[in-house]
């Protein structure tokens, strides 16, 4: 799914017009390894097809959103969901259990089921501030390691589109016991962080390196991003790039 060097960047379409989504795919598309269509937008998106096929002509993954997963499974439509799937060649699925009552256990087998058909990202963590805070990083790795033996392709840590929730706190500060135990125990080239906010962006950025994996980016930070990711910006400018400056200056001052 990346694009070599760096690692993936996952933008998330909220429900843009058609026309606008599809200026940003061409203006910004080679910045960007994979497109979820948020939450259950794609049930009420006219144009799914075409933005579908937009992602297709520029050889950019897709999937929908874990809430329509969800929803499919609690109103017991999955069929209908995996038709969906196949209509418009998602590249992959979403498994989780952010708001429906689905334990662990269950959701790893869905994660199971689910890699029979695509590729899988199963997320980890709730959609519920509150309910989050009680997952001790114990309990992280723990569901983050089962759906990764489940057969999930990459493991995704919840923070909603707010960042704050999941491995954030309430306040949208990164939750650090909890990313510090993910990298810890598992490969982080296996977990997505997702990052909506600019400040979690550059503390995953800064503590994992330009090859972190990063989700929710909207849709106006796919650029910054990069920027964050390669030097190119004053947050990050410092920790990824070698300077010269400092020793041009003791030598002019000999």
Do not use: C
């Not at 998330?12 to 910004?28: A, N």
């Not at 869905?110 to 899988?120: E, F, G, I, L, T």
């Not at 723990?142 to 923070?159: C, K, N, Q, S, Y």
């Amino acid at each position: 799914m990346s694009r070599g060097v760096h690692g993936t960047t996952m933008m998330i379409d909220p429900g843009l017009p058609t026309g606008v989504f599809t200026d940003v795919i061409q203006s910004h598309g080679h910045l960007v390894d994979l497109v979820k269509f948020g939450w259950g937008t794609a049930l009420v998106t006219k144009d799914i097809d075409r933005k579908a096929a937009v992602l297709r002509e520029s050889g950019i993954d897709f999937y929908f959103g874990g809430t329509l997963f969800e929803h499919a499974v609690w109103t017991d439509q999955l069929a209908d969901y995996l038709a969906l799937v196949d209509r418009t060649e998602a590249t992959h699925i979403e498994v989780s259990n952010g708001t429906i009552p689905l334990d662990q256990r269950s959701k790893a087998d869905y994660v199971r089921r689910m890699s029979a058909h695509r590729p899988v990202l199963s997320e980890v963590g709730y959609k519920d501030a509150d309910r989050s805070a009680l997952l001790t990083p114990a309990d992280w790795v723990e569901a983050l390691r089962e759906d990764l033996d489940a057969g999930a392709a990459m493991v995704i840590t919840e923070a909603r589109e707010s960042g704050r929730s999941g491995i954030a706190n309430s306040d949208g500060q990164m939750r650090t016991d909890v990313l510090g135990a993910v990298l810890d125990a598992l490969d982080p080239a296996t977990v997505m962080f997702e990052a909506p906010t600019k400040e979690l962006q550059v503390e995953l950025i800064r503590t994992v390196g330009p090859q972190v994996n990063l989700g929710n980016i909207a849709t106006h930070d796919v650029v910054g991003v990069e920027t964050l990711r390669r030097g190119l910006r004053g947050d990050t400018l410092l920790a990824l790039t070698t300077g010269v400056a400092s020793a041009r200056s003791l030598s002019h001052s000999n």
